[in-house]
């Protein structure tokens, strides 16, 4: 892992002492706006982020764009309904340039494990020990189950100095040896640690078959939707970083989130069933404000405590908005799925602290009812 990647994730785990805003890095003065270049396209969610640049200018939401700019946005792409209401780069970033997700990477792996599972590959609530055999017989990690390393209540230490700091070859054996800080169920913790375990547990059952995780994600959900310009960070030994290593265009990373948004259907094909998707966004009962790999609304109001929860600080925070579901990473990567509003908007970004989730879905959702 390259240096600067270790240091987005660290930024991305030191972000979580920020109050409910989703706030990630450093503070930086508002660069001018780059105006965008119309270009005529057919307005599908496949015809954003593909090879061909693709701009599409919306004045009604100037606002919104202009909040993005102002905390260092590179590209927005907005989808209501069936229609790309808003593609644009911001800051001197393409519409159809590649960027790293960072942490919101991470999204991806809930939806492939219930793939998996409705394959008959694993049971989310499977002992990780059945296919760990390392683990048979190992105090509380002998206790683990599938299920709790996506939801990251597995027990491990997060690993977010051994598997980022260290720089080891091989990730996933080196997460194997990390030390359990709590029973599994017990305890909800970010890192990388979780789905490194899975990475292994995954590429171990998928090995007879000739995949590995990312190609079983390929497979289950990258192709059937079209999903193309993705590329996935590996260590020495090839193992993909579930956790922070995909890098793709704003609208390819948009498809993702209408695959969501619309229960596992694309263009009329179901592609993941809608039962599995509907798992992957069950508020877990350790931590409620997050799900299988997506952080989802935290309902309540935003208190002014600065005691909380790193978790309870990090989630997506909106009064009105109760079923928003968040893919967020380092320097403010976001993807957000509004059901009741039939949007999905894929955002990136660069560090910027005063960034708010709550103030820009206010202008996006003003934006969007006034366009309909």
Same mark, same amino acid.
């Given at each position: 892992?390259?240096?600067?990647?270790?240091?987005?994730?660290?930024?991305?785990?030191?972000?979580?002492?920020?109050?409910?805003?989703?706030?990630?890095?450093?503070?930086?003065?508002?660069?001018?706006?780059?105006?965008?270049?119309?270009?005529?396209?057919?307005?599908?969610?496949?015809?954003?982020?593909?090879?061909?640049?693709?701009?599409?200018?919306?004045?009604?939401?100037?606002?919104?764009?202009?909040?993005?700019?102002?905390?260092?946005?590179?590209?927005?792409?907005?989808?209501?309904?069936?229609?790309?209401?808003?593609?644009?780069?911001?800051?001197?970033?393409?519409?159809?340039?590649?960027?790293?997700?960072?942490?919101?990477?991470?999204?991806?792996?809930?939806?492939?494990?219930?793939?998996?599972?409705?394959?008959?590959?694993?049971?989310?609530?499977?002992?990780?020990?059945?296919?760990?055999?390392?683990?048979?017989?190992?105090?509380?990690?002998?206790?683990?189950?599938?299920?709790?390393?996506?939801?990251?209540?597995?027990?491990?230490?997060?690993?977010?100095?051994?598997?980022?700091?260290?720089?080891?070859?091989? /990730?996933? =054996?080196?997460? *194997?040896?990390?030390?359990?800080?709590? @029973?599994?169920? $017990? %305890?909800?913790? #970010?890192? !990388?640690?979780?789905?490194?375990?899975?990475?292994?547990?995954?590429?171990?059952?998928?090995?007879?078959?000739?995949?590995?995780?990312?190609?079983?994600?390929?497979?289950?959900?990258?192709?059937?939707?079209?999903?193309?310009?993705?590329?996935?960070?590996?260590?020495?030994?090839?193992?993909?970083?579930?956790?922070?290593?995909?890098?793709?265009?704003?609208?390819?990373?948009?498809?993702?989130?209408?695959?969501?948004?619309?229960?596992?259907?694309? /263009?009329? =094909?179901?592609? *993941?069933?809608?039962?599995?998707?509907? @798992?992957?966004? $069950? %508020?877990?009962? #350790?931590? !409620?404000?997050?799900?299988?790999?997506?952080?989802?609304?935290?309902?309540?109001?935003?208190?002014?405590?600065?005691?909380?929860?790193?978790?309870?600080?990090?989630?997506?925070?909106?009064?009105?908005?109760?079923?928003?579901?968040?893919?967020?990473?380092?320097?403010?990567?976001?993807?957000?799925?509004?059901?009741?509003?039939?949007?999905?908007?894929?955002?990136?970004?660069?560090?910027?602290?005063?960034?708010?989730?709550?103030?820009?879905?206010?202008?996006?959702?003003?934006?969007?009812?006034?366009?309909?």
């Amino acid at each position: 892992m390259t240096r600067k990647r270790k240091f987005n994730w660290l930024l991305a785990t030191a972000a979580l002492a920020f109050a409910g805003s989703g706030c990630n890095g450093a503070s930086r003065s508002a660069p001018p706006a780059v105006e965008p270049v119309a270009v005529p396209v057919d307005p599908a969610p496949e015809s954003v982020g593909g090879t061909e640049p693709v701009t599409i200018e919306n004045a009604v939401y100037d606002e919104a764009a202009a909040y993005s700019t102002r905390y260092g946005g590179l590209a927005l792409v907005v989808i209501d309904g069936d229609r790309v209401a808003l593609a644009i780069g911001q800051n001197g970033h393409r519409i159809d340039e590649s960027h790293p997700l960072h942490g919101a990477s991470e999204s991806f792996w809930g939806p492939v494990a219930v793939a998996a599972d409705r394959d008959g590959l694993l049971d989310l609530d499977e002992p990780v020990a059945l296919t760990i055999k390392e683990w048979e017989g190992v105090r509380w990690k002998s206790d683990m189950r599938i299920r709790q390393l996506l939801q990251y209540t597995s027990g491990l230490e997060s690993g977010v100095w051994p598997l980022l700091r260290e720089e080891p070859e091989n /990730h996933y =054996e080196r997460a *194997l040896e990390l030390d359990m800080v709590a @029973a599994p169920g $017990e %305890r909800f913790q #970010v890192g !990388p640690s979780h789905l490194a375990v899975f990475g292994e547990v995954l590429r171990r059952k998928l090995a007879p078959e000739g995949f590995d995780p990312f190609s079983y994600l390929e497979r289950k959900i990258l192709e059937p939707i079209g999903l193309e310009t993705v590329h996935w960070e590996r260590d020495v030994a090839g193992n993909p970083d579930l956790a922070n290593g995909a890098r793709m265009a704003a609208g390819e990373w948009a498809k993702f989130g209408v695959l969501i948004r619309d229960r596992g259907v694309w /263009h009329g =094909e179901v592609v *993941l069933d809608a039962e599995g998707i509907e @798992a992957c966004l $069950e %508020r877990g009962d #350790v931590q !409620p404000r997050f799900g299988l790999t997506f952080w989802l609304n935290a309902r309540e109001p935003r208190a002014a405590d600065s005691r909380r929860s790193a978790a309870d600080q990090t989630a997506v925070r909106h009064e009105d908005l109760g079923d928003v579901v968040m893919a967020a990473g380092a320097g403010n990567q976001r993807l957000y799925v509004i059901r009741s509003l039939n949007l999905v908007v894929a955002r990136f970004g660069e560090d910027a602290r005063d960034w708010r989730d709550s103030e820009f879905l206010n202008l996006i959702t003003a934006a969007a009812a006034s366009d309909r």
